[in-house]
């Protein structure tokens, strides 16, 4: 079985300043990570995603995320966040392997506020 | 990436009733995949939807209530079948990509449907 955590519902912060979004995962497996975020009434977006190699991945927006094998996490984060970027943030996991198919796997979910 | 339109964007249904919605893709995917997202929650997959065989559910859902088509490789509809208001919710499609971005879904934009 596969599991994603993000233990924040909700993340506020001021413009400019760095946001963090985080996320735990759960796999039997090697895992591929991925970040989606979704404005009101809109579908989800692809922000980035962990594959192989590199620990930091570079996305969409200027939004990056850190593998971290050891314990099991892979934060979105910003270092200077903008008003626009008020979302929900999905984080979202699937095995590699052939045999588990793509199911994606969804966290909960973490609503960010930035305020001017 | 894939250009993935959903109809209707959004309805209001009697209990009783069936909604079929429609996943048109611009190009030719092999996978496609059905996902509800009830109201402030996470999305979970109902389906994925086979090319020329039947859909594979996942626990928890049944092709009685969620019939899936799939006639062929960019388009798929996905009925909801004698709603009631625990049905209200979030459906979206999502696809596979293929070549460079193949280990990524995109998403529609959703349907947003609520049943009275």
């Known amino acids: 079985a596969q599991s994603v955590a993000q233990p924040e519902d909700q993340v506020n912060v001021a413009e400019g300043n760095p946001l963090t979004v985080k996320c735990t995962y759960s796999?039997?497996?090697?895992?591929?990570l991925f970040w989606y975020v979704q404005y009101p009434n809109r579908g989800l977006q692809f922000l980035l995603k962990?594959?192989?190699?590199?620990?930091l991945v570079k996305g969409s927006y200027g939004f990056e995320a850190e593998f971290n094998k050891s314990q099991t996490s892979f934060h979105l984060k910003k270092p200077s966040a903008l008003v626009s970027d008020s979302a929900l943030y999905f984080c979202?996991?699937?095995?590699?392997?052939?045999?588990?198919?793509?199911?994606?796997?969804f966290g909960g979910g973490t609503r960010v506020l930035v305020k001017p | 990436s894939a250009v993935i339109s959903q109809k209707p964007s959004r309805d209001i249904c009697q209990r009783g009733t069936s909604l079929t919605i429609q996943c048109q893709v611009d190009?030719?995917?092999?996978?496609m995949f059905w996902y509800r997202q009830q109201p402030g929650q996470s999305l979970t997959l109902i389906a994925t939807?086979?090319?020329?065989?039947?859909?594979?559910?996942e626990s928890g859902f049944v092709i009685d209530k969620f019939p899936i088509s799939r006639p062929n490789l960019t388009f798929s509809t996905l009925t909801v079948s004698n709603m009631s208001p625990e049905d209200s919710s979030i459906y979206l499609c999502?696809?596979?990509?293929?070549?460079?971005?193949?280990?990524?879904?995109?998403f529609g934009a959703g349907t947003r449907l609520s049943v009275l």
């Open positions: 939807a086979n090319q020329g065989s039947e859909a594979t559910y």
């Open positions: 962990y594959i192989t190699g590199d620990n």
């Open positions: 999502s696809v596979q990509a293929s070549g460079e971005a193949k280990n990524i879904q995109y």
């Open positions: 796999v039997s497996g090697n895992p591929y």
């Open positions: 190009s030719q995917v092999t996978m």
């Open positions: 979202a996991v699937r095995l590699q392997i052939k045999a588990a198919g793509n199911k994606l796997t």
